[in-house]
């Protein structure tokens, strides 16, 4: 079994300010691992995923997020945030192989105020 | 465009009223999902179906059924709804698990 954990319910940051948020997963196999992001009142959007090789992975808008096996982190940065990306945000974990069933962390609120 | 649709967005339903819920993708996956949406709770898997014919229940599959209706369909009916089914229902598929492309949703509400 594989669970997911995200670490902060809610970070609340200023614009222009760098933002992390945290994510650590545990899984007795290799995992495929992704960021989704959720604006109000839509589906979730993938902004990136992390199936093998470079430990540091980029994505849409400006996101990064490094992949670390010793820690089994894969936390999420931005250098510097806009007001546009407050929305929540959702680590997920799954197989690499076999049914493919993601497994989804409860989400962490990013609000951005000016 | 390409993608997963589902249908409807919203709906009211009284408790013990059946329903179903559509899911529909275009992009040749295997894999599809449905997953409920809970304040608080992130996204649970109800069911899934790995391939066309299959299907297995998830983590929280009570009160729900599905039905893979062929490659491109994935179908979730509350047989008896009741107010703790009140959720947004996310429908999801991917082809080889390399991303899961989502729909937009649909909010119900069980009065």
């Known amino acids: 079994a594989q669970s997911v954990t995200q670490l902060d319910s809610q970070v609340p940051v200023f614009e222009e300010a760098p933002v992390e948020l945290r994510c650590n997963y545990s899984s007795s196999v290799s995992v495929y691992l992704f960021w989704y992001v959720q604006y109000p009142n839509q589906g979730l959007q993938l902004l990136l995923k992390y199936l093998s090789g470079s430990t540091l992975v980029k994505g849409i808008n400006g996101f990064e997020a490094e992949f670390n096996k010793s820690q089994t982190s894969f936390h999420l940065r931005k250098p510097s945030v806009h007001i546009s990306d407050t929305a929540e945000y959702f680590c997920a974990v799954s197989r690499s192989g076999g049914s493919y069933i993601p497994t989804f962390g409860r989400g962490t609120s990013l609000i951005v105020h000016p | 465009n390409a993608g997963v649709t589902q249908t409807p967005k919203f709906q009211v339903l009284k408790t013990g009223q059946s329903m179903t819920l559509q899911c529909a993708q275009d992009m040749n996956h295997n894999s599809m999902y449905w997953y409920r949406q809970d304040p608080g709770m992130g996204l649970r898997l109800i069911y899934y179906s790995a391939s066309e014919g299959t299907t297995d229940k998830g983590e929280v599959p009570n009160g729900y059924n599905v039905s893979r209706l062929n490659k491109r369909e994935f179908s979730l009916r509350l047989e008896s709804a009741a107010p703790s089914q009140t959720s947004v229902y996310f429908c999801?598929?991917?082809?080889?698990?390399?991303?899961?492309?989502f729909g937009s949703g649909t909010r119900l509400t069980v009065v």
């Open positions: 999801a598929s991917t082809d080889g698990g390399y991303g899961y492309t």
